[in-house]
């Protein structure tokens, strides 16, 4: 598994782009992004290592929280988010507290690994449309710009819209999970100093995926 | 160390050809001073995160919002959390863009030598004789013949490896063994030998990485981290190669932060008799002598210092007569091809990180069989094939996880490199406005694509799908990058070309200035035009013959 590997099976898993990892046009610039949003309290990061662990629930090999998941989004959204994405995801807590509470009739700390699961799941077919959305609004900017760029207007700016919060979590998830020492070293089959390629490795099923130091 | 800061012979510069200039100066007795405008970087000591592992990369090597800003051009190639140091701060390094244009930098000790490609790719007569066949550009003084015995030379010292294919539009080197092809791409090799008759091949990149221990380097260790600088010295780089065996004569004498400003020119004895630089970091400025000067600031680098040396001989650039100098940059033209998935090789996976791919030769405009109506010249491919993770993440918990702990299907990937015509309105020129905080004009870039370029795109990206698709290969996808833009390649070239003709050219067929024959250009400006071979190998073996033909010149008392 290399990086770019890693980046397309988390996009891929999560529907489309992975969030803050849009090419930035030269000269396009986000100077307040990074100043904000670094109000997370050690409770919030508890919550989102339940949240992980319910994507990557520990079983024989180690579970999300263990890899310090919730630590690692906070970390990567207060750093290498947009602003937007940024509220979006900090939005996200307090909507899943809500879904849970309707659901289960209190909030997503109290709950049981089952009903956490139920209520993330719930979230599949919100999830699904609010891609569905996105692409549609990015498709639209595209247009927009190649219009703009066609007729020589140079003050055009792309709108931007966020992605779902329960899509960032998942992605973070994924992309925390397997760079984390627990989840690299417990889960594949690591070998940071290969030494040596074989490109025609026999495989039998069961076996886990072979990851390097890249 | 001479008096008077005066030697025998300045290198500006110290990436992949002033690493070999210093190098072959050195070896021949000259006191050699190399200016690099940059910090240090010592082999393994200053490869701060060669060895981390991923967990230990604060945004496990993912762009933060500052990094994105702060290199908001370098992130547009291939800059990341475990790289960045090895690329220039955008903002401290500003250019003019008159057209979209990506220029990644790495102002350094080694300079991109140490983040390059590694591809190596001999260039042939097709190539060395396309100007002069099509009327694009002026000719190329030299040939391959010309060349071909200082491409064994340069290939012996860096360690090539690669395969012997007899292909004529690719000629065979001295290489060290082949690295091998993973199971997807024998078999896709293997059906495009069978169908297709124009001689398309598909064969395994050759590439400066050492597939034994060379010269008391390497062998590569398979982590395909290079860009991070290697601790095995497992590819050729200025730092891990040239820059030692040039210290280890004694002659060399390395000095960074060293910003040159211009060559001083000698009206009387009509020669350069130095350069002046400014220190990066205290100001100060500072006059060099030596008999012979070997400009290798990079493509752009170089030209620049040229255009800003003005005297009242030379008032448009030293040795600009031929108001060639800026004009016909180029660059590859690539983020264009075809991927797609394979159902089968289930039992087999991949072990070790390959840090090479595939190759596949030009096989366009090569003989009157393969001559293409709608665009000249041509391109090459480079990809290769990968059994990834397994996508297909639908739903959350442990059956999500098992099942993302289990490899994928194959997949092959395979994106070109075309070929950019010289054309004389792609150029730069320094502005007489913008300055940077040294007081130096930034430089201004005004190159697009043009004609001939975009109708290539399309056949390169169509007979990607093809090949693809002659393999078994399944759910093809094709792309076309629109914002790919010169430069992203960084394979820069040009801007101070070869020529017969001092009215026509900058540089001689020995890389001198035609108007000041001390003063050489041996990196990337000095192209005539671009071919779609990665050019490194060849400013690698220019270098290594200018360096012998300046060496004989200074001994017969002709510089």
Not at chain 1, 85 to 91: C, G, I, S
Not at chain 2, 57 to 77: C, F, M, S, W
Not at chain 2, 334 to 352: E, F, N, P, T
Request: aromatic residues 10%.
């Amino acid at each position: 598994m290399d990086r770019r590997e890693l980046l397309k099976m988390v996009a891929a898993a999560t529907g489309g782009i992975v969030i803050g990892g849009e090419f930035f046009l030269a000269g396009c610039k986000n100077p307040e992004a990074g100043t904000s949003g670094k109000d997370f309290a050690d409770s919030d990061i508890a919550f989102f290592d339940e949240v992980a662990e319910t994507i990557f629930p520990k079983t024989s090999t180690p579970g999300a929280k263990e890899a310090k998941v919730g630590q690692f989004m906070t970390v990567m959204v207060n750093d290498c988010y947009t602003e937007d994405d940024q509220k979006a995801f900090r939005d996200g807590k307090a909507a899943i507290n809500t879904a849970c509470d309707k659901m289960h009739g209190h909030d997503f700390m109290k709950a049981s690994p089952e009903q956490r699961k139920a209520v993330l799941v719930s979230f599949e077919k919100e999830v699904k449309d609010h891609q569905e959305k996105r692409r549609e609004f990015m498709k639209e900017q595209d247009d927009l710009e190649k219009k703009a760029q066609a007729n020589g207007d140079t003050n055009f700016k792309r709108k931007t819209m966020s992605a779902h919060y329960f899509t960032m979590m998942k992605q973070l998830t994924i992309l925390g999970y397997f760079t984390s020492k627990e989840g690299r070293t417990g889960a594949t089959r690591y070998e940071p100093v290969p030494g040596k390629y074989i490109g025609d490795y026999d495989y039998k099923k069961g076996d886990k995926i072979i990851t390097s130091l890249s | 160390m001479p008096d008077n800061n005066t030697y025998d012979a300045i290198v500006v510069g110290s990436g992949i050809s002033g690493g070999w200039a210093a190098m072959e100066l050195c070896k021949k007795g000259l006191k050699t001073i190399v200016l690099e405008r940059g910090r240090q970087v010592e082999h393994i000591k200053d490869y701060p995160t060669t060895n981390l592992a991923p967990w230990e990369l604060l945004h496990r090597n993912r762009n933060t919002n500052k990094l994105k800003e702060d290199q908001h051009i370098q992130v547009r190639g291939f800059c990341n959390e475990a790289n960045s140091h090895f690329f220039v701060n955008d903002k401290e390094h500003p250019y003019v863009q008159k057209k979209p244009y990506d220029w990644i930098r790495g102002y350094h000790v080694g300079g991109r030598s140490l983040m390059w490609g590694r591809q190596c790719y001999r260039w042939s007569d097709l190539d060395f004789e396309a100007n002069a066949r099509d009327g694009h550009g002026v000719d190329w003084p030299i040939r391959y013949k010309d060349i071909a015995p200082w491409y064994s030379y340069v290939e012996q010292f860096a360690g090539i490896s690669g395969s012997k294919e007899g292909l004529p539009q690719l000629p065979d080197g001295d290489f060290l063994p082949p690295m091998e092809m993973n199971a997807l791409e024998t078999h896709v090799s293997e059906s495009i030998k069978q169908k297709f008759t124009d001689g398309r091949r598909m064969i395994i990149g050759r590439v400066a990485n050492l597939t034994r221990g060379w010269n008391g380097r390497g062998p590569c260790q398979y982590r395909n981290l290079c860009d991070r600088g290697c601790p095995f010295g497992g590819y050729f780089s200025s730092n891990s190669a040239t820059l030692p065996v040039a210290a280890s004569t004694g002659n060399l004498t390395l000095r960074p932060h060293s910003i040159v400003m211009e060559v001083i020119y000698d009206k009387e004895k009509r020669k350069a008799k130095g350069v002046r630089i400014i220190d990066e970091n205290t100001n100060e400025s500072i006059e060099y002598f030596a008999k012979i000067i070997f400009l290798n600031a990079s493509t752009l680098g170089s030209t620049s210092i040229l255009l800003n040396s003005v005297s009242d001989v030379f008032p448009n650039g030293m040795g600009n007569s031929s108001d060639q100098l800026g004009r016909n940059l180029m660059d590859h033209h690539y983020h264009v091809g075809a991927g797609g998935s394979y159902d089968g090789l289930r039992d087999k996976v991949i072990s070790g990180r390959r840090p090479n791919g595939i190759y596949v030769a030009r096989f366009r405009n090569i003989d009157e069989k393969t001559k293409r109506s709608d665009y000249l010249r041509g391109f090459g491919y480079q990809g290769g094939a990968s059994r990834g993770m397994n996508w297909n993440g639908d739903g959350i918990g442990s059956e999500l996880k098992e099942q993302m702990t289990e490899p994928g299907d194959w997949s092959f990937w395979l994106g070109s490199w075309g070929e950019q015509l010289p054309h004389p309105d792609n150029r730069v020129t320094l502005s007489k406005t913008e300055k940077d905080k040294w007081g130096l004009p930034q430089l201004e870039i005004d190159c697009e694509w043009k004609e001939n370029e975009i109708a290539m795109r399309k056949d390169m990206m169509n007979s990607a799908a093809e090949m693809l698709e002659s393999g078994g290969i399944k759910d093809i996808y094709t792309f076309n990058d629109e914002k790919a833009y010169p430069g992203l390649c960084i394979h820069e070239m040009g801007t101070a070309r070869m020529g017969n003709d001092p009215k026509t050219s900058v540089l001689n067929e020995w890389n001198q200035l035609h108007e000041v024959k001390n003063v050489f250009n041996t990196d990337g400006a000095c192209m005539t035009s671009s071919a779609c071979q990665n050019p490194s190998i060849t400013y690698m073996a220019l270098t290594a013959r200018a360096a012998d033909y300046a060496i004989s010149e200074l001994k017969k008392g002709n510089l």
